[in-house]
């Protein structure tokens, strides 16, 4: 199983970025799909995940800002990533869970820079 995140970047404030995750060695569809971030000093959070169909939660800090999606043809799922702000700076990681077993696979992270 490999999941192989790419966009991340430096950008100015009120940039947008977009990242990809793409998935290989899995059936992409059993799976929850979400993004995750790590900030220097500070733990792992949630940014998006999509846990069912129907079913999308953001984190309170990028709500209106940030949209979570998913390609399940081309196994990959998408954050776009709209007024950034610098504390939006951070690794950024994605994360498959398998919806019966509660498997985790994680992306390595890519690096998003919001600086002017």
């Known amino acids: 199983v490999q999941l192989q995140a790419s966009g991340g970047g430096l950008v100015p404030p009120g940039g947008s970025l977009r990242l990809s995750c793409a998935a290989s060695g899995i059936n992409f569809n059993i799976y929850y799909v979400g993004w995750y971030r790590q900030a220097p000093g500070r733990e792992r959070e949630l940014v998006a995940a999509?846990?069912?169909?129907?079913?999308?939660d953001y984190a309170d800090s990028v709500k209106g800002r940030f949209t979570i999606s998913r390609a399940n043809a081309r196994n990959t799922v998408y954050l776009q990533m709209n007024s950034l702000k610098p504390e939006d700076t951070a690794v950024y990681y994605c994360?498959?869970?398998?919806?019966?077993?509660?498997?985790?696979?994680w992306g390595k992270g890519t690096q998003v820079t919001v600086s002017s």
């Open positions: 999509i846990t069912t169909p129907s079913t999308i």
């Open positions: 994360k498959a869970t398998h919806i019966i077993t509660r498997a985790d696979y």
